[in-house]
């Protein structure tokens, strides 16, 4: 009978103490988080103990600020654009400078989730951005002077459509272009068209000019870009993967 009562107390001790502690508080960690992809109103939930509001901040930059043409330039596809960017040459290297000091600031500032797929976005992203500034910078040199293309940092990339465009043999330059055009007007729907037009161009008192304007603007700056541009399989796997990232992923999306 004494030990029954003994176990007895020893119970509602033991129940008092349990009553007498807090229950493990539950915490909900899940944060909304809402953001735009190219034609979707995109609204989930991150988990705030795995990531911070600037990493998942900084990978929607990369990936639908920084993910494309960086800088606002002409294209020059006429003769009035090139003698337009002959004769305000310092002022377009002014422009191009100044949107790069202001986008760099951005772009080098950003946080992103520290993992490798993200990390190695951001290094991707950089590179672009640093590759397409000197593309636009000596692209707007090269139609003034084209011989400075011969420092050009993609030399080793695209040396045939460079050595064609620097050359003092004018001629080696109007092989090139033709070669290009013939190359070009195969994947038009009016081949004999693109090479009439070529024709007509290389006919004209001004044909160096229009040479630079393909050469330079078409051969030489499709050959530098997609050197340094992510391929589109890789683009769409890095989308997916920051969709992942959200829980209860809702998006509403407009018909294309």
Request: with cysteine; hydrophobic share 30%.
């Amino acid at each position: 009978m004494r030990m029954e009562k003994m176990i007895v107390g020893l119970s509602l001790t033991l129940s008092a103490i349990v009553l007498g502690q807090k229950g493990p508080v539950k915490t909900n960690n899940l944060t909304p988080y809402s953001y735009q992809t190219f034609n979707c109103d995109n609204k989930g939930y991150f988990d705030a103990s795995k990531y911070e509001i600037e990493e998942i901040d900084g990978v929607n930059k990369l990936l639908y600020k920084f993910n494309g043409v960086h800088f606002d330039t002409n294209p020059i596809f006429k003769l009035s654009s090139l003698e337009e960017v002959r004769r305000n040459k310092d002022q377009h290297l002014e422009n191009l400078e100044k949107q790069y000091q202001e986008k760099k600031q951005e772009l080098y500032s950003l946080k992103v989730i520290n993992q490798p797929v993200w990390k190695k976005l951001y290094e991707k992203a950089i590179q672009t951005f640093e590759n397409e500034y000197e593309l636009n910078k000596e692209e707007i040199l090269a139609f003034s002077d084209p011989t400075t293309l011969k420092n050009s940092r993609f030399y080793e990339t695209c040396r045939e459509s460079i050595d064609a465009i620097s050359s003092p043999d004018r001629e080696k330059m109007f092989a090139s272009w033709k070669a290009y055009t013939e190359l070009k007007s195969k994947n038009n729907s009016d081949p004999q068209g693109v090479m009439n037009r070529f024709n007509a161009k290389l006919s004209d008192p001004q044909s160096e000019d229009y040479a630079l304007i393909d050469m330079i603007g078409l051969s030489f700056h499709n050959c530098a870009n997609s050197s340094f541009r992510q391929k589109r399989d890789e683009e769409g796997n890095v989308y997916r993967d920051f969709d992942k990232i959200f829980t209860k992923l809702k998006k509403n999306c407009d018909e294309p």
